[in-house]
């Protein structure tokens, strides 16, 4: 047999508790080495076996009963019990027998997995909500790279318009890619007792913030994660702001201050005014405008037309104001339904791959590449 020096052997599943745990084991002698730490129960060893065969059988080290699958002879899975001890003792055996083990994406690049497809299991592993997890799902069995394809073919035959014009879509598409791994940002800001903390805590489920009828309640950030419309969110609730700057101490300034920050880089601001006080004559920019405690207000009165109208006491309104923060901050699923089913960029390096256009889509590494 050759060196196996060029096996590589990585954990492929999450660590941590789980029905399977995969291990991944590629290289020119994958199937050798493999043999060499497993019994197949009756059958021929894997090196001799057909693609896609699948074997049981009893891993040697161990005694363990599990499952080995030939993806190619250079690209091998052994499907071993969960948690981390029976994937670390499979892994252990085949470092003993002259494997390296490298962190899961070095071993997807070196299998021969695009830089793209490697980036969207990386950005899998760290993206919160069912959105984004679909959206990078879709990169990760190739979306991504077949569309860079497509339009590298069609600047090949001297099509810049079409080329453009789907490089065009690309990027209006990738101001939501760029966010899939980084929650929207969220602040409610308001007057002192407006209900911004009751508010946080409507859309949250539970008593994240504290409420009280005392003005000054809040005085720090407080942060909530939320997945709202399928998208994650982290809504800040902040100190309230006091009229004409009065009667704030020390502490309540610097949550104040902490406050102003907050809003200065938030995706959407929900400026927070009770319903039973006059709304402000002017409307911070973009903000957008809730009205709370409606259950207080005097029956017949008027409210401005894009207010959003709730009642943290009620429940109205809650609701409705879950689905306006997401139209504020995913306009797209309105305005441009399809862009984002489809091919995604997601990271800066993709970004700059559209905007220079030189398109790239060559595995990260070819060291492991199939060559049968
Ligand atoms: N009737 C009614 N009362 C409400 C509603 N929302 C909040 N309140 C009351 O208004 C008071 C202030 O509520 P908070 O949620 O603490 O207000 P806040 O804006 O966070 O106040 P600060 O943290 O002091 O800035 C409390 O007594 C709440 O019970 C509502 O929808 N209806
Ligand atoms: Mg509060």
């Known amino acids: 047999m050759t060196s196996?020096?060029?096996v590589l052997v990585s954990l492929l599943t999450p660590p941590g508790r789980g029905a399977l745990a995969v291990v991944g084991v590629s290289g020119t002698d994958a199937a050798a080495i493999v043999d060499r730490a497993f019994a197949p129960r009756g059958a021929r060893p894997v090196a001799g076996r057909d693609d896609g065969?699948?074997?049981f059988?009893?891993?040697?080290a161990t005694g363990e009963e599990l499952v080995v699958v030939r993806r190619r002879a250079n690209l091998v899975e052994v499907h071993c019990h969960g948690g981390?001890?029976?994937a670390a003792a499979v892994i252990?055996?085949?470092?003993?027998?002259?494997?390296?083990e490298v962190a899961w994406p070095r071993w997807l690049a070196a299998a021969g997995e695009s830089q793209t497809v490697v980036e969207a299991h990386e950005a899998l592993a760290v993206a919160g909500g069912p959105k984004a997890a679909r959206i990078l799902a879709r990169q990760a069995a190739g979306a991504l790279d077949a569309e860079m394809e497509r339009i590298e073919r069609w600047r090949e035959a001297g099509d810049h318009a079409a080329a453009d014009a789907a490089a065009r879509r690309l990027l209006r598409a990738a101001r939501v890619g760029l966010r899939l791994t980084r929650p929207w940002r969220v602040v409610l800001t308001g007057p002192v007792n407006a209900g911004k903390s009751s508010l946080v805590n409507a859309l949250a489920g539970y008593s994240r913030s504290i409420v009280s009828p005392e003005p000054g309640t809040t005085r720090d950030l407080v942060e909530v994660r939320l997945v709202l419309g399928g998208w994650e969110v982290d809504l800040f609730d902040t100190a309230g702001l006091r009229r004409g700057g009065a009667a704030a101490g020390l502490i309540e300034q610097a949550g104040i201050g902490r406050a102003v920050a907050a809003t200065e880089d938030a995706d959407l601001v929900l400026q927070i005014v009770p319903a039973d006080a006059t709304p402000p004559s002017?409307?911070?920019d973009d903000a957008l405008l809730v009205l709370s405690k409606t259950d207080l207000a005097p029956i017949g009165h008027t409210w401005p037309a894009d207010a959003v109208l709730t009642s943290a006491a009620t429940g109205a309104?809650?609701?409705?104001?879950?689905?306006?923060?997401v139209a504020r901050l995913v306009p797209e699923e309105r305005t441009a339904p399809d862009l984002l089913t489809g091919p995604v960029p997601f990271t800066q390096r993709h970004v700059d791959m559209l905007a220079g256009h030189p398109v790239q889509s060559k595995p990260a590494h070819a060291a492991h590449t199939d060559s049968t």
Not at 57 to 60: F, H, L, N, P, T
Request: aromatic share 2%; no cysteine; charged share 10%.
């Open 282 to 284: 002017v409307a911070t």
């Open 57 to 60: 059988g009893s891993w040697r």
């Open 4 to 6: 196996v020096h060029s």
């Open 53 to 55: 065969a699948i074997a």
């Open 92 to 100: 252990t055996s085949l470092v003993a027998l002259g494997a390296e």
């Open 317 to 325: 309104g809650i609701a409705d104001l879950a689905a306006v923060i």
């Open 84 to 86: 981390l001890a029976a």
